[in-house]
């Protein structure tokens, strides 16, 4: 998105305070504007209003910020009710643009957040806050990863059981079942609730039906993909979704001499990996069409790692097609039997 701006913001976010950087075209070349304000409602209602009170049209100036998860909330919910324009971008993105710096403070932070906006505006993609439901299903989701987390922990115990005595572990086993057992309930609530979400929103609900529909995705992978595309409305394409979870390949190539393989990045959403991992799985498992794709590629001679890649890259791809075309997905093998 391109815009003309002229005031460019830069706000480093944390727990208690908001830095703030301000960079103005008659201040490029001169000393920006430094300051700080509670993060709470109040203070930044104040500061926005201070904003607009200043020589310049509200409609040219951007605000930029990292982003910094919970921290960041109040500061968006009050940009967004004062129709101001905002940019939020990942931290290790700005960190990288920076290039070799030499020490860090929250008031530096700010003042090449306010750079990054300048020298990246032809990059421009504003931000907006999720609907509510698509917030609720987020945390819903990061509780349930702690609770299989903490479930898988504390089900290490039991491998004691073939090296100490019997009544060296009792108690403590029966400690241990108890918290299993309770985390296992909580884990049944949380499903509960997600359910709940996906079934009072009309949207997600179709868009649930639709995917399920795809080999290979069960109710959990369906709601991270709604989850983290925002209903399918924050990429526009699947291989912008690939690239983002971390399955789109990319060329390792230097000249004529630097010849790697062609690999995914480290840099991935590890969540909607493994979600994709497991979904590639099963549908490598059920589906005869990608069952023979995978055994065709392996007879190949083609690293059976790299397969299983590109098999969640298909299952990205029918996701977004039957979300596009509004249809179930239809297996032509089945149909042409």
């Not at 103005?24 to 700080?36: A, K, L």
């Not at 940019?87 to 290790?92: C, E, G, I, K, R």
């Amino acid at each position: 998105m391109k815009k003309n701006y002229y005031t460019f913001i830069g706000i480093d976010v944390s727990k208690e305070k908001l830095d703030y950087c301000i960079i103005s075209n008659d201040t490029i070349n001169s000393s920006p504007q430094f300051g700080i304000i509670g993060n709470t409602s109040k203070e930044i209602n104040k500061f926005i209003a201070s904003v607009k009170k200043k020589n310049i049209n509200f409609e040219h100036v951007l605000f930029c910020l990292e982003h910094t998860g919970v921290y960041g909330m109040p500061l968006c919910y009050w940009l967004q009710s004062a129709e101001a324009h905002y940019w939020v971008v990942p931290a290790l993105e700005i960190k990288r643009s920076k290039g070799i710096a030499r020490g860090k403070s929250d008031k530096t932070d700010s003042r090449d957040i306010a750079n990054y906006a300048i020298t990246h505006e032809h990059e421009l993609q504003l931000s907006k806050i999720p609907e509510n439901d698509i917030v609720e299903l987020r945390l819903l989701l990061a509780e349930r990863e702690k609770l299989i987390k903490s479930i898988m922990i504390f089900g290490t115990t039991s491998e004691n059981k073939n090296y100490l005595a019997k009544e060296v572990l009792k108690a403590t086993l029966k400690n241990n079942n108890t918290t299993i057992t309770f985390l296992k309930k909580q884990l049944k609530n949380i499903d509960k609730l997600i359910e709940e979400v996906i079934n009072r929103n009309e949207l997600f609900k179709h868009q649930n039906e639709l995917l399920r529909s795809v080999p290979g995705i069960g109710q959990q992978t369906s709601v991270i993909l709604i989850a983290y595309t925002h209903a399918f409305t924050l990429f526009k394409n699947h291989r912008q979704f690939a690239c983002f979870a971390g399955v789109a390949p990319f060329e390792y190539s230097s000249g004529s001499s630097v010849r790697g393989r062609t690999r995914v990045s480290h840099l991935a959403n590890i969540k909607i990996k493994t979600a994709l991992n497991m979904a590639a799985l099963s549908a490598k498992k059920y589906d005869q069409q990608i069952k023979l794709y995978y055994e065709r590629k392996v007879q190949e001679g083609k690293n059976k790692m790299l397969v299983m890649n590109s098999i969640r890259c298909k299952v990205i791809s029918r996701a977004f097609a039957v979300i596009k075309r509004d249809s179930k997905f239809v297996d032509v093998m089945k149909a042409v039997a």
